[in-house]
């Protein structure tokens, strides 16, 4: 998916938003919502009928991808939309042949640096792994794993650690809280869009933290996040929130959601929605009016 989207992709003289506009509006948001409580088929299928309504020059290349990745993730094909990726220039030169893409997953790299490569995540036998030679530059993208040397094993047996779990380490409410340990409060725990997010965390934290806000019934909350933490063990969800849904969330919890009818008027969903009133917009319009 490139930058910058049309407003209408079937209109060649279209102006075009960034992409975070295009995609984050309420408008929008039936084809996102709970994906990640519920992983079906038939939401995957509207989650990829959106991504391919953007730009429809190129869908033949997302066919493609979707189709090579369902190959390659046999276990997976109704329940895992086709993984997302950021690029101006992937999609063309995927159509001019530049790029050659090529369903398969990295089984080893050989001494001469050859990828050795098997078509399936099920085939692990040496007689299905063929080789790719003559590369001139090979970019490993591992990722990093999460890591609380600074916390006790008791703690971290109480948030129900797993290192292994890269979407989502620690059981918490709301990604913040936990009850059993009320001093205690973690910001930035989010896979997805993060800064919009991460302030809304910070603000629960503070507020419960500091005896501003109550402090919320999780015991509820916690059971739902140990449900959805086991559905992505199992789906290994790309983005295991809806964005607009989790930042509404949180604004709930704070009182900051503004009114329904605001939200009418206002489709693309940006993070100062969630300043529009209260003291810091208060001084902000200060600021800005004189």
Same mark, same amino acid.
């Not at 046999?74 to 063309?92: K, R």
């Not at 969800?237 to 809806?242: C, L």
């Given at each position: 998916i490139p930058h910058y989207i049309p407003v209408d992709s079937n209109n060649p003289t279209s102006p075009f938003l960034p992409l975070d506009l295009?995609?984050?509006?309420?408008?929008?948001? =039936? @084809?996102?919502?709970?994906?990640? $409580? =519920?992983?079906? =088929?038939?939401?995957?299928?509207?989650m990829d009928n959106f991504l391919e309504t953007l730009l429809p020059e190129h869908e033949d290349v997302f066919k493609?991808?979707?189709? *090579? #990745?369902? !190959?390659? =993730?046999?276990?997976?094909? &109704?329940?895992?939309?086709?993984?997302?990726?950021?690029? *101006?220039?992937?999609?063309? &030169?995927?159509?001019l042949g530049r790029i050659k893409i090529l369903p398969a997953r990295l089984h080893s790299v050989r001494g001469d640096g050859a990828l050795m490569l098997a078509p399936t995540t099920n085939s692990s036998s040496s007689e299905s792994v063929s080789a790719l030679v003559d590369m001139d530059t090979l970019i490993l993208c591992t990722g990093y794993s999460p890591a609380f040397p600074f916390l006790s094993p008791s703690l971290l047996e109480i948030l129900e650690y797993d290192p292994q779990d890269l979407l989502r380490p620690l059981n918490l409410y709301q990604e913040v809280l936990h009850p059993? !340990?009320?001093? @205690? %409060?973690?910001?930035? $725990?989010?896979?997805? %869009?993060? #800064?919009?997010?991460?302030? !809304?965390?910070?603000?629960?934290?503070?507020?419960? @933290?500091s005896g501003s806000l109550p402090t919320p019934a999780m015991d509820l909350g916690l059971e739902s996040a140990r449900e959805l933490r086991a559905t992505c063990?199992?789906?290994?969800?790309?983005?295991?929130? *809806?964005?607009i849904a989790y930042a509404d969330s @949180?604004?709930?919890e704070l009182g900051a959601m503004p009114s329904e009818d605001w939200l009418r008027s206002h489709l693309v969903h940006t993070p100062p929605i969630y300043r529009i009133s209260g003291e810091v917009a208060t001084v902000r319009k200060k600021g800005i009016l004189g």
């Open positions: 295009s995609f984050y509006q309420r408008k929008a948001e =039936s @084809l996102f919502t709970n994906q990640e $409580m =519920s992983p079906n =088929s038939t939401k995957t299928r509207a493609q991808i979707r189709q *090579d #990745f369902l !190959l390659s =993730s046999p276990q997976l094909p &109704l329940t895992l939309h086709t993984p997302v990726a950021v690029s *101006d220039l992937y999609a063309p &030169l995927a159509r059993a !340990l009320p001093g @205690l %409060a973690f910001v930035g $725990m989010n896979r997805g %869009a993060y #800064f919009g997010v991460v302030e !809304l965390q910070a603000r629960l934290a503070a507020g419960v @933290l063990r199992l789906t290994r969800p790309q983005f295991p929130r *809806d964005y @949180l604004a709930r």
